[in-house]
């Protein structure tokens, strides 16, 4: 079992940034992917960006390459999700998922274990 907890979300202007964390805990694996997600009302859960506990197989969705940065810190079991230059279309529910094993995903179902969320609300 894998726990994730997310922190740093919040109320921003368009163009701020936040800095999205996620701490995990339990038996993680250096082949472990971490990815984010999100999911604004309404709306169906969709691919943010993804890290390997290693740093490789970093992939981002086109929706925030360029302007997110997602990174980790294995001394503190942390991954961070930098987002820059926000839009209000990034309002959302951002979860962190861990998926287990050597190959990677976007896709949410294939991830084995979420946290509860952090709100992104990002104002005009």
């Known amino acids: 079992q894998v726990q994730l907890v997310e922190s740093g979300g919040g109320l921003v202007q368009a163009g701020g940034s936040l800095r999205l964390s996620c701490a995990a805990s339990?038996?993680?694996?250096?082949?472990?992917?971490i990815g984010w997600f999100r999911q604004a009302p309404g709306q169906e859960r969709e691919f943010v960006a993804r890290?390997?506990?290693?740093?490789?197989?970093?992939s981002y969705s086109d929706s925030v390459n360029g302007r997110f940065t997602i990174s980790r810190d294995n001394a503190k079991s942390t991954v961070y999700l930098q987002m820059n230059s926000l839009k209000p279309e990034d309002t959302a529910v951002y979860y962190c998922?861990?998926?287990?094993?050597?190959?990677?995903?976007?896709?949410?179902?294939?991830?084995?274990?979420w946290g509860r969320g952090t709100q992104v609300t990002v104002s005009a």
């Open positions: 339990g038996r993680t694996y250096s082949t472990d992917v």
């Open positions: 890290i390997r506990w290693t740093g490789a197989s970093i």
């Open positions: 998922a861990s998926r287990r094993g050597i190959g990677t995903s976007t896709v949410g179902s294939q991830y084995d274990f």
